[in-house]
């Protein structure tokens, strides 16, 4: 025979759940739940250009692949992002007119980061028959008023004309230059006149490169020291 003592039918609990969880460990929870869910959006607000301090991230830190054209909007990055792109500029003189002895043929001011800027100019020129006396043309490079070291010339007689082209490379610092094409009469002595019929010059600039031309500073005349 079984007896039971008290109302076996009931029962009462005094215990606590043992896994219930603290309302500090809720909220960290539900903010794991939210990054994980938006976590694009929610570090595209937390994190923004000016967080990112100059040169502390390179390219060592991107995987490659991880940044394509889609990650870019268009026009956000230019070639003023980009210190080492190379740049280029010309200058045309198609005006003839008459000079008697030295004229700058053509000219152009530009600015450059430090590196090395290649130089192409070309000269049509020309005797004035109509004024007694004839000599050869001397034409050079200038780079901020010093003459590239190389002095190119041209082969006059009575009425004539000819034209002549140069390239050089010269080393450049950071900031603003100017460069010229200039031309002098080739004779010691005597006033001559010519006849400048075009002249041209275009620049590139890169960051790296090299060179064994040097610029030299002897002033514009003395027949440009030749």
């Known amino acids: 025979m079984l007896v039971f003592e008290g109302n076996p039918l009931s029962t009462t609990h005094n215990r606590r759940f043992a896994g219930a969880i603290n309302p500090l460990s809720l909220?960290?929870?539900?903010?794991?739940?939210?990054?994980?869910?938006?976590?694009?959006?929610?570090?595209?607000?937390?994190?923004?250009?000016k967080q990112?301090?100059?040169?502390t991230i390179t390219g060592a830190d991107i995987a490659t692949g991880t940044i394509t054209g889609a990650d870019v909007r268009t026009a956000g990055i230019t070639?003023?992002?980009?210190?080492?792109?190379?740049?280029?500029?010309?200058a045309v003189e198609n005006d003839a007119y008459g000079f008697t002895n030295a004229t700058?043929?053509?000219a152009r001011s530009v600015t450059t980061g430090k590196g090395f800027l290649q130089i192409n100019a070309t000269i049509d020129a020309g005797d004035d028959a109509e004024i007694a006396g004839v000599d050869d043309l001397l034409f050079a490079l200038?780079?901020?008023d010093k003459r590239?070291?190389?002095?190119h010339a041209l082969d006059l007689t009575s009425g004539s004309s000819a034209n002549g082209a140069l390239t050089t490379v010269v080393p450049?610092?950071?900031?603003?230059h100017k460069v010229e094409l200039y031309a002098v009469n080739a004779a010691e002595l005597g006033d001559f006149d010519f006849v400048l019929y075009g002249a041209e010059l275009s620049m590139v600039w890169t960051a790296a490169g090299s060179t064994n031309a040097?610029?030299?500073?002897?002033?514009?005349h003395a027949r440009l020291a030749r």
Do not use: H, Q, S
Request: proline share 2%.
């Open 27 to 49: 909220a960290l929870l539900v903010l794991v739940v939210l990054l994980g869910t938006t976590g694009g959006a929610v570090a595209g607000a937390l994190i923004t250009g």
């Open 52 to 55: 990112i301090k100059d040169g």
């Open 79 to 90: 070639g003023a992002d980009i210190a080492d792109e190379a740049r280029m500029w010309a």
């Open 104 to 106: 700058t043929a053509v």
């Open 142 to 144: 200038f780079v901020d």
């Open 148 to 151: 590239v070291d190389i002095v």
């Open 172 to 176: 450049v610092a950071a900031g603003a």
């Open 214 to 220: 040097t610029l030299v500073a002897p002033g514009r």
